[in-house]
């Protein structure tokens, strides 16, 4: 019989134990080597049993055992250091309290600002295995995020939603067709607390709907170390049954369950901020930080509150103010990626809205097709910093966004790049994290540094721990076919293959993602008969074991699963490759540490960064991939990894399948004649030395560089210190910035149809030579402009064909003189290349407030005549 609800009952645990409690309730448990010893001591048997949860874990184990730890000695003197060490890593300073002082020490005008706090929201978070919210790797990145935030003591807090189900769990038909289930999470039995006010009410958050409807939510706090992360969630008693049903699952519904979705994770979000601020006196957040379109709409209600609230400030004005502390980051160039509403619907559920005109919002998601909302472009035009993930990412969303700035080259697009990370406590095996602390310090470890210290280690070590490390993963490897071929309908005798599946000491190539086309999973089977020859080959054999979900609506992608799993089901070859249902933080680990090879794809340039390489970097893999995403950057071909080529630069106009062909035919070379020969060739001690350079190379070239702490580092630098300061000149004198830069804005826009480049006189002194100068004067219509209010500037360098100026360079020109609305503005172009030559003259907005020349979207340019 089926329980109607369900509900979990916690343990009350003996007062010895105390502090157990509150190390479970944070989940910096989740990613301490310490913590998880001490939680897995308290009963070995059932800790694996609940797959390492530790609530579950307390919720099982017996009143006897609890009696006998609370007086066992050796126990509650771990219990203690553990506890104390938590205590010492929420509460003392960390890299960015000693940050503030060295900002502090300074002279303020060349202190950076670094903000008292920030917002960060995602429409996921990949914490832990036992907080199932994420599909991948937007969510993962995000859990790295708070993780990394909270080991530097950045001030971040996290906001999101608490799914009911998550993301669907992951088995096979007999056929191999993916099935999918969606398990409902009881959140009394995660580690969650729920958010109530000081006289003890649950925190509440409340959005108008149309129609007379009400959506309520209540908020869950979950602790990721020091930082805070909030969860709304819409499954309370005040809501109608569809209201209910808002934050069901992740990724599901239609466009309005989407809609819904998004509008309770943004205003919904910003709301659940301003009650937890004002119930914990926590600063309210200076930089908001929205990840992807799905969070956009935190915009609106910042606008909103700023426009309907005391301080009474006009859209426009509110809408400078929210964008100086607002960043963007886009983390994909999969258009399926980007969120586009039909603009009725958004009409008619944000009108509801207060104080925020509902055709001001439509304007700012307008793109090319006048019936759609455009999450992005809402993203770019509320955020006055930008971002993407990776530098390829970042020049792709140039151009990808380049019709927001017309008249602006896709280079002077005002997204930056900052690449992803990987938060190394989490994705290291133990005994890697150990080997390395040993040698670099965990400190330095940490931050970045040292990494050179690697060289201490013995190849025999690093050898003999990445074995040890395989043949875990081929344990992890023969339980989980087996299980899955139970559940596939194959019985003991037909699986008894399993027990000897895969060999500790084959060279493991690992592949897992989650499963859109562009990740193309089916590529190594585009020639069966070869990748049989390289999983068979009798001296130098390889073993592939491969992992990822479908979106549940995504038909193809489970097609693509279902022929990878036929292909494992051969006989000939099944004991060589597998595929493993249910990819998830916990599966995921296993295959980082174990494999020597990290294979990737992906249609060039369609990954934005991809993270798990790094991940499988961080454990001494080499990476064999596609140089696309992070992987575009660092790779150093043949020293830390391979680089398949890539036909999208080489071949114009070929088609995917040509493409295909030739990308595989790239990679099984590579696997036959350079990866293997490399891993099998042996010195005397059987030790394969040149292929444990790579590995040590691996570890020192981008140990530091793929560190989730760099991310976050990059972040505070470039984006939310600068974000920071701009909102608080904005803000301060009761928004007197805000207001005359949005009178400016608008003044300046009225009268930019009227300003020209009307003539560039040019004068070189004898002929144009080598190391000269070309002296420049150009007259500029002002159209009512003051000559501040404009930046004139030169742009030159060598010329194409067709007259196109090629890497440009630019020189400000500087105002010689002005009368009747008329500048004259000067300057020397230096003629630094020989060879054709080519220049002209623009007129951009100039204002100290602009983060980027490009921002305002207006431009003059000299034209020809
Ligand atoms: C790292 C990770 C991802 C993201 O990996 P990509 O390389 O970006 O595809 C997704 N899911 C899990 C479980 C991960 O660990």
Redesign the pocket.
Known sequence: MKALRRLTVRAALPAALAPLGEIVANLRWSWHADSLDLLESIDPELWAECNGDPARLLGGVSTERLAALAKDRKFLRRLQDVSDDLRDYLEQPRWYQRQQELEAAKPANEASSLPSSVAYFSPEF?IAEVLPQ?S??L???AGDHLKAASDLGAPIIGVGLLYRAGYFSQSLSREGWQQERYPSLDPQGLPLTPLRDVAGNLARVLLELPDQRALHAQIWLASVGRVPLLLLDSDVEENDAAARGVTDRLYGGGPEHRLLQELLLGVGGVRALRVYCSITGHPEPEVFHSNEGHAGFLGIERISELSSGPAKLSFAEALTAVRAGTVFTTHTPVPAGIDRFDRDLVAAHLGKVPGVPVAEVLALGAEDDPTKFNMAHMGLRLGQRANGVAQLHGRVSRSMFNNLWPGFDADEVPITSITNG?HAPT?MAREFLDLAEQAIGSEALATGGGWAAIDQVEDTELWSTKRELRARLVGEIRRRIRQSGVERGFSGVELAWTATAFDPDVLTIGF???VPSY?RLTLMLRDPARLKRLLTDPDRPVQIVVAGKSHPADDGGKELIAQLVRFTDDPEVRGRIAFLPD???G???YL?WGSDVWL?NPLRPL?A?????M?AALNGGLNLSIKD?WWDEWCEDGKNGWEIPSADDSLTGTTDDHRDAVEAAAMYDLIEHQVSQRFYSRDARGIPTQWIAMVRYTLKSLGPKVLATRMVQDYIRKLYAPAARSAAVLVADDFAAAKDLAAWKSWVAGAWKDVAVRHVESHVEGDPTLGGFLQLRAEVALSGLKSSDVQVQALYGPVDADNRLTSVQIVPLTMADERDHTGFFTGDVPLKKAGPFGYTVRVLPHNDLLANPAETGLVAAATQG
Request: glycine share 24%; proline share 0%; aromatic share 14%.
């Open positions: 990949g994420y991948g790797g969510g993962i990145l990987v994705w897992a993602r989650r990740k990819y998830d933080i599966m995921a680990r980082y990737n990954e960064c991809g993270t798990s390489g991940k995403g």
